[in-house]
């Protein structure tokens, strides 16, 4: 068994950093660092060595990607830096260090064409540049460390933190009476707080724990299915604001990247190697609703 005591956080100032922040920090079991872009910018590979040869850890929890879903198609390279480029080298940096490293992918790594959720082993398909970028991140981690790496595919994240699709309704909500939102798309929102618990889970598990383990791919997301537009209206149903939500077809709100039909996520994998409990998107949106109605009161 290996014992992890000292673990770096990228990408601390995002959704799922701030929420692994809330939980990890009242663990007097780890020293953990989230370090700010002055002291590791990872679009630098220069700033990635000299942080590596000042710290040694024992876990990456690489959490900092670019997700500027539609941006991407116009900024390929920084994409690519961040999504692609910064991975390998963390990779690298953690096979030098004889660290774990825990990486956050996306279920946009699929055409989202299927008609059952997709289980990690599924054909990948990419269909813009964020997709393409977070695939070749998944592909250089496994080619780098077939062995101590664990990749989570997850979707539709939010959180009480930062700039999501629930706190954009919210704010939509109480400016309009009625909006239109997207009702041909599937998937499952994720709740960044329940993605954070799960990855604290697995850190914590007798699988993750041994000297080595075989380097593996999961997908996490809340439990059920749902359109935005379900989404939409559940979030106004459940914050008692009164605005109408019509559904409206993909073709009527054109973006520059292609988004996903159905990219609804099978958990069943990451359930059965970390006995973990998924609860129910609408479960986790009321926790959600409950943690930023605290922070604004």
């Not at 709740?191 to 697995?202: H, R, S, T, V």
């Not at 537009?229 to 106004?236: L, N, Q, R, S, V």
Request: some cysteine; overall charge neutral.
């Amino acid at each position: 068994m290996s014992e992890i005591s000292s673990i770096l956080v990228t990408g601390g100032s995002g959704q799922l950093g701030q929420s692994i922040r809330r939980l990890i920090t009242k663990n007097a079991d780890y020293k953990v660092s989230f370090p700010k872009r002055q002291q590791l910018n990872l679009e630098d590979s220069q700033s990635i060595r000299d942080y590596f040869n000042q710290h040694t850890v024992d876990l990456i929890i690489n959490c900092a990607a670019y997700t500027a879903v539609d941006k991407a198609e116009s900024e390929p390279e920084q994409a690519d830096q961040l999504n692609h480029l910064a991975v390998k080298r963390l990779a690298k940096m953690a096979v030098e260090q004889n660290a774990k490293l825990i990486h956050i992918s996306t279920d946009y790594v699929f055409a989202g064409i299927s008609c059952k959720p997709y289980v990690e082993s599924d054909d990948v398909a990419p269909q813009g540049v964020y997709g393409l970028t977070k695939l070749k991140g998944e592909q250089a981690i496994l080619s780098i460390m077939p062995d101590n790496a664990v990749i989570i595919r997850t979707s539709w994240l939010y959180s009480e933190f930062g700039n999501n699709f629930v706190k954009t309704m919210l704010k939509l909500g109480e400016q309009r009476n009625e909006l239109n939102v997207v009702s041909d798309q599937l998937g499952t929102p994720t709740y960044a707080g329940d993605l954070a618990q799960a990855i604290i889970c697995i850190v914590q598990s007798e699988a993750f724990n041994q000297t080595n383990f075989k380097s593996s791919i999961y997908h996490y997301s809340n439990e059920g299915v749902c359109s935005w537009y379900d989404f939409a209206k559940t979030i106004f149903e459940l914050s008692g604001i009164d605005c109408s939500v019509s559904p409206i077809a993909s073709k009527d709100y054109p973006t520059l990247a292609k988004r996903p039909n159905y990219n609804v996520l099978n958990k069943a994998k990451i359930k059965q190697a970390y006995a973990l409990d998924v609860p129910y998107w609408k479960e986790s949106l009321q926790s959600c609703l409950r943690a930023i109605q605290g922070k604004a009161s």
